[in-house]
């Protein structure tokens, strides 16, 4: 059969007749590649090549009727299974991706180590690590006896013939998809073309036999999942690892799952013996807290189905350069500058010539506007020098006329703050349908509310009692 070559992106996945320096598509400078593979829709083997239609008909259903959830397995990672909606859907396929060494490896050899110890059949093909390699990390993680079957092989078509034989897998982990090839594409691997080709053979595999198919891929310097875009779209989730070397607690991401909620998060501490789970990270978060230091906010934040307390440090100092700076860790600066504008605009709060830093304290990003208010009250709390009460938590999104916008879920904010012991939560009025509002909310209608209280010092009563017993 003929072979045609093709000239293809190395960084976005777009196709071209002809080589050409930069990248139309994402603008990228010599990232394009000549690569040959086999003309035709009907390209590669008989095994994997799909068959064609023929025109024959097939009946149409309505929405009506019943339908019964997807059948689970439980991994016996709880943080795992609550990122993925619940646990493993059988022949679905999860794209894990995070930095070099955040653990994504350790990670899947613990889920799988559970899932063989429980009487399932689980695979684990390495293609960047050889066997040995893999046994002395399940050796540290003291997880050497669990009857988990290794292979170092990198050909998809024969790991495809090898996890066909015997009972299908109940999880299979390709660690990692950059490193597989297979027969159909004449391109090195870890090419555009190698990868959505192995990726497709893989996933058609899953799909057959019901092999719930973990695939680990490598990220680039933007935190972005290597490779084309549509094995994204292939895949049922996408999840990624998310962690900080000077922090030793991990995040694993949900970005798409079309099993369970979107932006769900499973928390992971970093320990001798692997990542053990956090089933609690509000304290993890709030762990080391100084309660009498100003510029300190805590935020009652969501990620995905889950409150989360975290703590918010601002620092505001006299600026001696032409240019204030502005710097920002674990949050969006345009959203700092917005917050900003809005206090010297409707609060008459002067931050024009000063330094800001705001800083998410634990390493985690936050993303949603709800950190508008607590960023807020930090910044204020630290330019006039008064601490904010110890047992009170803060969140809001803030409008540009000042406004302190709704926002989702304030109940369960308020119910994990009252867990934790805090009496107040600083927030929006809520809009519930019964009217009724929490004991424990004080509402704020606009950003000059919370300037004013904290310069009137009303809200450092509680904590000098607080300090007083």
Not at 7 to 31: I, P
Not at 110 to 131: C, K, T
Not at 149 to 166: F, K, N, P
Not at 194 to 201: L, Y
Request: hydrophobic share 40%; aromatic share 4%; net charge neutral.
């Amino acid at each position: 059969m003929a072979k045609h070559p093709t000239f293809t992106c190395q960084s976005c996945g777009a196709v071209y007749n002809r080589w050409r320096g930069k990248c139309e598509a994402c603008g990228g400078w010599n990232t394009i590649v000549e690569e040959v593979s086999s003309a035709g829709p009907l390209a590669g083997p008989a095994a994997t090549r799909p068959s064609r239609g023929r025109g024959r008909t097939f009946a149409l259903e309505s929405l009506a009727g019943e339908s019964k959830d997807a059948p689970r397995t439980r991994s016996g990672n709880a943080e795992f299974d609550r990122v993925l909606g619940g646990g493993i859907v059988p022949g679905s396929v999860i794209l894990i991706g995070g930095d070099p060494g955040i653990g994504k490896s350790t990670l899947l050899i613990q889920v799988a180590a559970r899932l063989a110890n429980a009487g399932h059949r689980v695979a684990y093909i390495s293609g960047e690590e050889a066997i040995p390699q893999v046994r002395l990390r399940a050796a540290r993680l003291g997880l050497a006896a669990a009857p988990v079957e290794l292979a170092a092989e990198t050909c998809v078509e024969d790991i495809v013939a090898t996890l066909s034989q015997g009972p299908a897998p109940r999880l299979a982990i390709i660690d990692s998809i950059q490193t597989m090839w297979t027969d159909t594409v004449e391109s090195a691997p870890g090419t555009v073309s190698q990868v959505r080709g192995s990726a497709g053979a893989l996933i058609r595999f899953a799909k057959t036999h019901g092999t719930a198919l973990v695939l680990v891929g490598h990220v680039t310097k933007d935190g972005q999942i290597a490779g084309p875009r549509v094995v994204e779209h292939m895949v049922d989730c996408v999840a990624s690892f998310e962690g900080d070397n000077g922090h030793h607690f991990r995040i694993l991401r949900a970005a798409k799952n079309r099993f369970g909620p979107t932006d769900e998060i499973g928390v992971f501490e970093m320990t001798d013996g692997g990542l053990a789970e956090v089933p609690n990270p509000s304290e993890l978060f709030l762990a080391g807290r100084d309660l009498a230091t100003p510029g300190t906010a805590v935020f009652a934040g969501m990620e995905g189905t889950r409150p989360l307390l975290v703590e918010i440090q601002a620092l505001v100092a006299p600026s001696s350069l032409g240019t204030p700076r502005r710097a920002v860790v674990g949050w969006d600066p345009a959203r700092l500058s917005m917050v900003l504008a809005v206090l010297e605009a409707h609060a008459g709060v002067r931050l024009g010539g000063h330094d800001v830093y705001l800083n998410v304290a634990g390493g985690l990003r936050v993303t949603e506007p709800a950190a508008d208010l607590a960023a807020a009250a930090a910044l204020v709390s630290s330019l006039t020098g008064s601490p904010l009460p110890s047992e009170s938590v803060f969140f809001g999104e803030i409008g540009l006329s000042g406004a302190v916008r709704p926002v989702t879920q304030i109940p369960s904010r308020i119910k994990e703050s009252v867990k934790l012991g805090f009496s107040a939560a600083f927030g929006p009025n809520p809009t519930g349908e019964s009217g009724e509002r929490h004991p424990n909310a004080v509402p704020l209608a606009h950003v000059a509310d919370l300037v004013a209280r904290i310069a009137s010092g009303e809200d450092r009563r509680p904590t000098r009692r607080a300090a007083s017993r």
